[in-house]
């Protein structure tokens, strides 16, 4: 396929060309890095806007709406001269070339090559669904703001349909929610479908109990939040038990239609059928497809999450220009060995920040030091003045915890203004306890058929016998 070269970017010989592919959290802080250094910056995404992920499931529930929690990536950068930002999707890379691929372009014309010195690649990941791909239509995630969207229309409308529906099992069935996956996200979100059923949604309805809701969260591990202390897991229980949620470790889920859900106990003993219309997906994560085409390009082996390896300082193997973070690599020690580290922002935006500084020393002939994580630790929320806290040395749980994820999400949060807007709806919703965006956007529900009115009249008539 013939690429174009676009005119906008420097010639040979001319200040040092960095290109960014992705706008989330590693990419975004990557860019802040390296605008003030003598180098003209690239930023590359398919959206145009950082999204703060961490929390999209508001959004999915009707606390917040997704402006937002979004930031116009122009909007980020359009003071600092050195970076431009371009609409497009990354379709691969050109290694020997130095090249990034585009396509999907907002001008509609044919694919374009964009020439680099040094790549930074922080392309993020996507929820795993183990195999099951066509699970995703069926169990909607709440990673991008479009899913989130959809997860919202289909919560709202579940509690819409049980208001018309006669059949109490039927009725049963819209009225059970299942979310998939207990990490802090699966955790955060069955929380807060407890919270909108039960105190947002209660006095809104005339033929429905909002408060019967059932509300179950899966999950594979032995307890909920495998990646906190069990003391944490254990008081993020109790706490999901007050709010009406139902946890279920030890399953998995081996089957979903339209009508219900299949979950089995891990060790294949037991098998549950639960009839619901409404399943959310949070369990597990797999990289980018360009993690794929990275380690195909440079000849670098993948993990089992199809993560690419990195060397210690997150470059490629063969390629020191080439740098990738975040979800979508597996770090390596100097001995080979993969170092574990968790699959959330604060790793993603400390790996943004390095990768920047060690473009900068390069230019002044320096080697970096490897990479290294510093975990100031995990915090969930699970509902209206309910969260867990891991501070490694101290743990905390209820309003303190909850106090402490308040005040560390707005303060990561980008912009003044969502952060002030976001701070005076968490306000207003714990005063009232109502949420703020609880309108059904999406696909809407089809039209009835035309009614014939005339032939209505005529059965009227023969039945009344005129």
Do not use: C
């Not at 009232?432 to 956007?441: D, E, K, L, Q």
Request: hydrophobic content about 45%.
């Amino acid at each position: 396929m013939a690429v174009s070269e676009p005119t906008s970017i420097p010639e040979a010989g001319a200040r040092r060309h960095v290109v960014v592919v992705g706008g989330g959290f590693g990419g975004v802080q990557a860019v802040r890095e390296l605008r003030g250094m003598p180098v003209d910056v690239t930023l590359i995404d398919r959206r145009n806007f950082h999204l703060f992920q961490p929390l999209v499931y508001q959004v999915a529930t009707g606390m917040l709406s997704g402006a937002e929690i979004a930031s116009p990536l122009r909007s980020l950068f359009k003071r600092d001269r050195n970076v431009e930002t371009i609409l497009g999707e990354v379709t691969g890379f050109d290694l020997p070339g130095r090249r990034v691929l585009l396509d999907g372009l907002p001008d509609g014309l044919s694919p374009r090559a964009i020439p680099y010195d040094d790549l930074i690649v922080a392309a993020g990941s996507s929820y795993s669904y183990f195999g099951h791909d066509e699970w995703r239509e069926l169990a909607p995630d709440v990673k991008s703001l479009e899913s989130a969207l959809e997860v919202r229309r289909r919560l709202l409308a579940a509690f819409e349909a049980a208001e018309l529906e006669t059949d109490p099992d039927r009725r049963a069935a819209l009225l059970t929610f299942v979310v998939v996956g207990a990490g802090p996200t699966g955790v955060e979100l069955a929380g807060q479908i407890a919270e909108l059923a039960h105190h947002a949604l209660r006095r809104d309805y005339r033929h429905i109990d909002t408060t019967s809701a059932r509300i179950l969260l899966v999950e594979m591990a032995d307890r909920v939040l495998p990646a906190f202390p069990p003391r944490s897991s254990a008081r993020a229980v109790r706490a999901l038990r007050g709010l009406g949620v139902t946890a279920m470790v030890g399953h998995r889920v081996v089957a979903i239609d339209e009508q219900a859900v299949t979950l089995e106990t891990v060790g294949g003993a037991e098998t549950t059928h639960v009839p619901t219309r409404t399943v959310v997906w949070a369990a597990g994560i797999v990289a980018s497809g360009l993690a794929t085409a990275l380690a195909a390009e440079s000849g670098t082996h993948l993990d089992r999450g199809g993560r690419v390896a990195v060397r210690p300082d997150l470059t490629i193997a063969g390629h020191p220009e080439v740098t990738a973070i975040g979800d979508m690599v597996a770090v390596h020690d100097e001995h080979g060995s993969p170092t574990l580290l968790p699959g959330v922002a604060p790793v993603a935006m400390q790996q943004g920040r390095y990768a920047a500084r060690a473009i900068g020393e390069r230019m002044s002939g320096r080697r970096p030091a490897p990479f290294r994580y510093r975990d100031k630790g995990n915090l969930a929320t699970i509902g209206r003045a309910k969260a867990v806290a891991d501070l490694h040395h101290v743990q905390l749980s209820g309003l303190l915890a909850w106090l402490a994820w308040l005040f560390v999400h707005l303060l990561y949060l980008i912009g003044l203004q969502n952060r002030l807007v976001v701070f005076v709806r968490w306000t207003f919703s714990f005063l009232t306890r109502a949420g703020g965006a609880r309108v059904i956007m999406g696909h809407p529900a089809p039209s009835p058929a035309p009614v014939d009115h005339r032939r209505e009249r005529e059965a009227v008539r023969a039945r009344d016998g005129r």
